[in-house]
T-cell receptor, first 120, second 110 residues
Framework: GAVVSQHPSRVICKSGTSVKIECRSL??????MFWYRQFPKQSLMLMAT?????????EQGVEKDKFLINHASLTLSTLTVTSAHPEDSSFYIC????????????????FGEGSRLTVL | GEDVEQSLFLSVREGDSSVINCTYT??????LYWYKQEPGAGLQLLTY?????DMKQDQRLTVLLNKKDKHLSLRIADTQTGDSAIYFC??????????FGSGTKLNVKP
């Protein structure tokens, strides 16, 4: 099946630094990728929709200058948490919607393994 | 986003059936999904159902959809300890956005 890979899986950084998380679709092209944030014991919150070759669409309440998203190719989207603070510590998960036969019809989403960010 | 609600916890004994329930509000949802999340991991798609279906069976998994009541359930037959995880239901809005429930933590006791 389709595979989405995230890197790094865990990152610890100091307050005020920026952290980049990569999301790659390994065996299919993803024109659209999604970034979610998950707080402990809570559901996933959609942060933004990443569109290849154009600007990301952010959900209400998500700071676009804080969470920079770049979708430069059909297989890679990056999320950069700028000037990270302890309250940004969370589990970030990306997903990609396959557009190929057997994938696009259901709108099936494939998820990465997640990246746990800890800001000290 | 849309409201998708689930109970937070479910505890069953190994070998019993588990039923996880979900309610949603968007009557225009076309697909509804069940995802499984193991500790520290991402989400794994278990199964999905198209909105014009009432039931879908896939090995030990049975999905029931009551569109009138906007109620979705996931039944796991012969539940095993390896089934312990958090289960999320999700609905698709349009063709691009998924909205997830809060997740039900399933604990399977040996």
């Amino acid at each position: 099946g389709a595979v989405v890979s995230q890197h790094p899986s865990r990152v610890i950084c100091k307050s005020g630094t920026s952290v980049k998380i990569e999301c790659r679709s390994l065996d299919f092209q993803a024109t659209t990728m999604f970034w979610y944030r998950q707080f402990p014991k809570q559901s996933l919150m959609l942060m933004a929709t990443s569109n290849e070759g154009s600007k990301a669409t952010y959900e209400q309440g998500v700071e676009k200058d804080k969470f920079l998203i770049n979708h430069a190719s059909l297989t890679l989207s990056t999320l950069t948490v700028t000037s990270a603070h302890p309250e940004d510590s969370s589990f970030y998960i990306c997903s990609a919607r396959g557009g190929g036969r057997g994938q696009g019809y259901t709108g099936e989403l494939f998820f990465g393994e997640g990246s746990r960010l800890t800001v000290l | 986003g849309e409201d998708v609600e689930q109970s937070l916890f479910l505890s069953v004994r190994e070998g019993d059936s588990s039923v996880i329930n979900c309610t949603y509000t968007d009557s225009s949802s076309t697909y509804l999904y069940w995802y499984k999340q193991e500790p520290g991991a991402g989400l794994q798609l278990l199964t999905y159902i198209f909105s014009n279906m009432d039931m879908k069976q896939d090995q030990r998994l049975t999905v029931l959809l009551n569109k009138k009541d906007k109620h979705l359930s996931l039944r796991i037959a012969d539940t095993q300890t390896g089934d312990s995880a958090i289960y999320f239901c999700a609905e698709m809005e349009g063709f691009n956005k998924f909205y997830f429930g809060s997740g039900t933590k399933l604990n399977v006791k040996p």
